[in-house]
């Protein structure tokens, strides 16, 4: 076991002479569901930018089950997946099936391999009714779950949901949250950053709390619950972690 997926070591970055990120490593482990907590503007977008090349590493400090990143650019590209906090800033297609198959299409995936992709992902995010419509019509909750069914269609090895549950309704909320439950059964690895611990930290097997570009703690989420609170982060007023979930 603790077979390591990705290896991130000493990640600085600097804008305006602020470090944005100071000296950030971390390992994510097979099967791990990690949550990220931190105050705004403590650097957890920006690292999660990293992690899939949106920002390009200079030198070797992030290596994707040994492979060193910096040597192969588009590794993180195709093995990690970004679910952003706004959907709309993630949809491109006029039609949902579209929009799902954009990136998968991008890589190469074309003709009857292309159609079975968009059609397995659109059933297992449960929206193959919305097929057909336009992605910007749907409601937070439908969109949430296409750009899901887009990265899902690249099948990455690791999913990063940065803030899944903002503008969402209670429904929506539960939704994405068996989402997230069923694609952690599945085996995925898992990271979700959120201010919302209440609504998903029950399920979260490691948690780091990020403060000012820095990783402040990494352990257990039931130890680091405590001391969210030292970073300006809202601790869940359920006492136990078991608890923090809307899952009823
Ligand atoms: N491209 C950029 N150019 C300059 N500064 C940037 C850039 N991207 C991020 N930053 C700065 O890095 C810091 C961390 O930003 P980041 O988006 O990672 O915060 P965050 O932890 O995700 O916060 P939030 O909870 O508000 O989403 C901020 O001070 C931000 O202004
Ligand atoms: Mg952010």
């Given at each position: ?89 993630q949809i491109v297609g006029l039609t949902v099936k579209d929009d799902v198959a954009f990136g998968?299409g ?12 968009v ?14 419509k336009n992605p910007y ?9 296409v750009?899901?069914?887009g ?98």
């Amino acid at each position: 076991m603790n077979n390591k997926i990705l290896e991130v070591r000493n990640i600085t970055r600097t804008f305006d002479n602020i470090k944005c990120l100071d000296n950030i490593s971390f390992n994510l482990y097979s099967g791990d569901f990690l949550l990220i907590a931190g105050a705004n503007g403590s650097g957890k977008t920006l690292l999660m930018k990293h992690l899939n090349g949106l920002f390009p590493i200079k030198r070797s400090t992030i290596f994707f089950k040994g492979e060193d990143c910096y040597k192969k650019d588009d590794l993180m590209k195709k093995r990690v997946g970004i679910i952003f906090q706004n959907p709309d800033s993630q949809i491109v297609g006029l039609t949902v099936k579209d929009d799902v198959a954009f990136g998968p299409g991008n890589i190469g995936i074309k003709g009857d391999e292309l159609n079975k992709t968009v059609a397995r992902v659109l059933s297992e995010m449960e929206i193959s009714h919305l097929s057909d419509k336009n992605p910007y019509i749907l409601s937070g909750g439908e969109k949430k779950r296409v750009t899901i069914a887009g990265v899902l269609a690249m099948n990455p090895d690791i999913l990063i949901f940065d803030e899944p549950f903002i503008g969402l309704d209670y429904p929506g909320v539960i939704s994405v949250t068996k989402s997230l439950l069923k694609l952690k059964a599945e085996g995925r690895n898992i990271i979700v950053i959120t201010h919302d611990l209440e609504k998903i930290a029950a399920y979260c097997n490691r948690m780091i709390i990020m403060s000012k570009g820095k990783i402040v703690h990494d352990g257990l989420p039931n130890e680091l619950i405590d001391k969210v609170s030292d970073y300006s982060i809202r601790r869940p007023f359920q006492k136990d972690l078991k608890d923090m979930t809307w899952l009823t």
